[in-house]
């Protein structure tokens, strides 16, 4: 028998936002090799034997990439269907592209089955529509912490839209001093913690306030900011949704 992988997207935290096509193969699949922000609720939908991986932190430490990949391969080899269940959507920040062309290149069958991705499902459970025929013509996702450690790039910027940041409160003082190079102090701002999962929590202020925001209200990973006039329909869009406490 031959073993394959598929990187299935998990959604952003409620587990029902998962994809239809990602819960079949989570059913039937040998091994699940999961993440952080992946809900533990989804596992439920492994089969019973199935062997479940955890690739998340573990005492402050993540499993590095390189053994995650091996992981992956050796399970294909030993002929077993694997589902690499990743926060969001796979290719977005997951570094799921890095694990397919590895897999891939070795002969081993990767396919991706992408998910309701974090920067527009958290930003709408909190009321906030990525775009807008009257406010935002467009939406911008940009990451607060790149891979060789810096922070963002103003190029990244746009000057006008939705700006939708991942990534980005651990830093949120540089993060805060790359966007003022571009835009408004006074352009509305939203922090959502830990969103579409029941102990979500918002906070509201202006671009010039966010890292004074982002430390009074103790807001950690994983958080979303997201950036412009959209966030003003929160007042009339936000309803109190079923899934959250
Ligand atoms: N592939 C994922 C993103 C992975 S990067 C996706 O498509 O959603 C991890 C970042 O995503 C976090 O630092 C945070 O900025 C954001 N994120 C993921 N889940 C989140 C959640 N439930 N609430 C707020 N932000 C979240």
Known sequence: MKGRVALVGAGPGDPGLITVKGLQLLGSCDVVVYDRLVSEELLKFARKDAELIYAGKNLGE??????????????????????????????????????????????????????VTSA?????????????????SGFCVVTGSKADGSSIDPDYIPKKGTLVIMMGVSRVEDVKRAILKVRDPGEPVAVIERGTTPSQRVVECTLEKLDL?????????????????????????????????
């Open 62 to 115: 993540s499993l590095n990439q390189s053994l995650i990949n091996e992981i992956l391969l050796q399970k294909a080899l030993e002929g077993k269907f694997v589902v690499r269940l990743k926060g969001g959507d796979p290719y977005v920040f997951g570094r799921g592209e890095e694990e397919c062309s590895f897999l891939l290149e070795r002969g081993v069958d990767c396919e991706v089955v992408p998910g």
């Open 120 to 136: 527009v499902a958290v930003p709408a459970y909190a009321g906030i529509p990525v775009t807008s025929r009257w406010f935002s």
């Open 213 to 245: 925001c982002v430390r009074e209200n103790g807001i950690s990973s994983p958080a979303i900011i997201v950036v412009g006039e959209v966030v003003k329909l929160r007042n009339k869009l936000w309803n109190y949704h079923d899934t959250l406490g």
